[in-house]
């Protein structure tokens, strides 16, 4: 079976050209095998509104590494396997204008799979919003923190794997 790497990222403005927050859970042989959460210094300034959905906020980043300080940590987890995030092109882009930003050079294009796209398809007639969506195969979550949302992202793509989807229609390319 093909590794696959759900991540999501919190941002602290309207803008979404950083993230003040990462989750990354790592999926293998069916099972999630890893995971990784941290707060991300976004070194930019907090909307009231960002600040209310995922409560984070200014103190909550003051020690918190930069995005190029984390960068080392994260890319091997980016690079071990086929990305996914629930509305994949949202965190996707998040990480694309995070490398842009601090002048971080990676891929071209990486391989993704987006768990709200393949939702709609697989059922259609229902919500896909990720809460949403735990509510409707029973799993727990802490709505807007990274490291919940990226697993509970994982737990509905091993649902869709588990009842015998093949993920390869589903598979796109994000270019970065």
């Known amino acids: 079976m093909q590794r696959f790497v759900a991540f999501d990222v919190e941002t602290p403005n309207h803008r979404n050209h950083r993230m003040s927050a990462i989750g990354i859970t790592v999926v293998e ?3 999630i095998v890893e995971e990784f959460e941290s707060f ?3 070194e ?3 909307d009231a509104f960002n600040i209310r959905l995922t409560g984070i906020n200014e103190e909550v980043v003051a ?3 930069i995005f190029p300080e984390l960068w080392p940590q994260i890319r091997p987890f980016m690079e ?3 990305l996914v995030a629930h509305n994949a092109v949202f965190d996707l882009s998040v990480l694309r204008r995070c490398l842009e930003d601090y002048a971080i050079s990676w891929r071209d294009s ?4 987006c768990t709200v796209q393949m939702g ?3 059922l259609p007639g229902i919500s896909h919003k ?3 969506m735990c509510s409707y195969y029973g799993l727990a979550l802490e709505h807007h923190r990274a490291g919940s949302d990226s697993h509970a992202c994982a737990e509905i793509l091993l649902h869709y794997l588990n009842s015998g989807v093949d993920a390869a229609p589903f598979l796109r390319t994000y270019c970065l």
């Open 29 to 31: 042989d069916g099972m």
């Open 40 to 42: 991300v210094n976004p």
């Open 44 to 46: 930019t300034e907090f």
């Open 63 to 65: 020690d918190a590494p």
């Open 80 to 82: 071990s396997g086929i």
């Open 110 to 113: 990486t391989p993704y799979l």
């Open 120 to 122: 709609r398809r697989l």
């Open 130 to 132: 990720l809460n949403d």
